[in-house]
């Protein structure tokens, strides 16, 4: 039996900033067996010490263990990699330290990525997804295009620092339904507007769902620059991916009320989520 751990809780992962013992103590995953809680905290302190040459271990002996590629991802991997961003900004990290926890984040991704794409079972339609230009950032990318895939689509990914003119390239090559653009850094995220501007001067506009997402991205920011839909995490992201293909599949793109189609559906899952915590 695969086995999934909740990883939909929001935790307070203060104690990471600590050490293992310290975070043992903690309230994530107290419906997983203890050998796996435990597990995940060896896995969260890996990613932080950038230990990438173990990086492997860890995920294999979880694969053994039945815990699935999602549960890996949404739970011990996305905590290690949130507080090495942390470190970051507080200054108690450097740049060699960020690229060695993002090697383990890549080598985990690796072996995780062919487990994810094995669920695909039908085909819903492609979509061509980048980091834009000047930006080098691809993690959380490369699990947005996996869940994709997942879910049935067929993914284009251009990789990162993709110019605008690139985009409009692989648009007419692939004729996707929806194009996604992430952003990881202040500097770069108006090459999402540009890029977005160049598809409408291109007369694209219509024809595609345009998905924008990265840690500095809001929603604000998607209501400003016109895109359709914005992707907070993967989950969310798949879920509006679909919405368009399916039932919003013969709204264009930029339609107002496409973009109310996608407000709504976060807004069910803030009111599903409060629903869960009473
Ligand atoms: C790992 C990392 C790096 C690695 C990147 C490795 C790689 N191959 O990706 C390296 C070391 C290369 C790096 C470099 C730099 N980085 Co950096 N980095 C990070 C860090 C720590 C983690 C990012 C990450 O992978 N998160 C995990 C993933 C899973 O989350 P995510 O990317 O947000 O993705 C999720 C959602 O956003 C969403 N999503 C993402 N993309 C998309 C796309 C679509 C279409 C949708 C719908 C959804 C979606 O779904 C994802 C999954 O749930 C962040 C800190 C942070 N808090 O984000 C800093 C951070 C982004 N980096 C930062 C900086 C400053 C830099 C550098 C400029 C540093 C320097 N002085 O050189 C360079 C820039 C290089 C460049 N030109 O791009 C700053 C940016 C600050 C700012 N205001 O812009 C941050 C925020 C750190 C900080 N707190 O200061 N970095």
Redesign the pocket.
């Known amino acids: 039996m695969p086995l999934t751990i909740e990883t939909e809780k929001e935790f307070d992962i203060e104690d990471l900033q600590y050490d293992y013992e310290d975070s043992l103590k903690s309230d994530r995953w107290l419906d997983a067996p203890k050998e796996i809680k435990e597990l995940f905290h060896e896995l969260e302190w890996n990613i932080i010490d950038g230990e990438h040459q173990d990086t492997v271990e860890f995920i294999k002996e979880a694969l053994e263990a039945e815990v699935t590629a999602r549960t890996l991802i949404a739970g011990p991997m996305?905590t290690g990699?949130?507080e090495?961003?942390r470190r970051?900004?507080m200054d108690e990290y450097f740049?060699p330290e960020?690229?060695m926890?993002?090697k383990c984040?890549?080598e985990a991704l690796a072996l995780l990525k062919p487990l994810i794409i094995a669920e695909k079972t039908e085909d819903v339609g492609t979509v061509v997804?980048g980091t834009v230009q000047?930006?080098?950032?691809?993690?959380?990318?490369k699990?947005?295009a996996m869940m994709l895939e997942a879910a049935g689509f067929t993914v284009v990914d251009l990789g990162v620092s993709v110019s605008p003119e690139d985009f409009i390239a692989a648009i007419r090559e692939h004729n996707p339904k929806i194009v996604?653009?992430?952003a990881?850094?202040?500097?770069t995220m108006n090459m999402q507007w540009e890029t977005l501007k160049l598809i409408t001067a291109e007369g694209l506009r219509e024809e595609l769902k345009i998905?924008?997402?990265?840690?500095?991205i809001s929603q604000n920011w998607c209501d400003k620059i016109g895109a359709d839909a914005y992707?907070?995490?993967?989950l969310v992201?798949v879920e509006k991916a679909k919405a368009c293909v399916g039932k919003f599949d013969n709204m264009k793109g930029g339609e107002e009320a496409l973009h109310a189609a996608m407000l709504e559906i976060d807004r069910q899952r803030e009111e599903a989520k409060a629903a869960a915590a009473e």
């Open positions: 996305a990699i949130a090495v961003g970051f900004k740049l960020v690229m926890s993002a984040m890549h997804i000047g930006d080098l950032h691809d993690i959380g990318k699990i947005v996604g653009f992430s990881l850094l202040t500097t998905f924008v997402g990265g840690a500095p992707g907070a995490d993967a992201a």
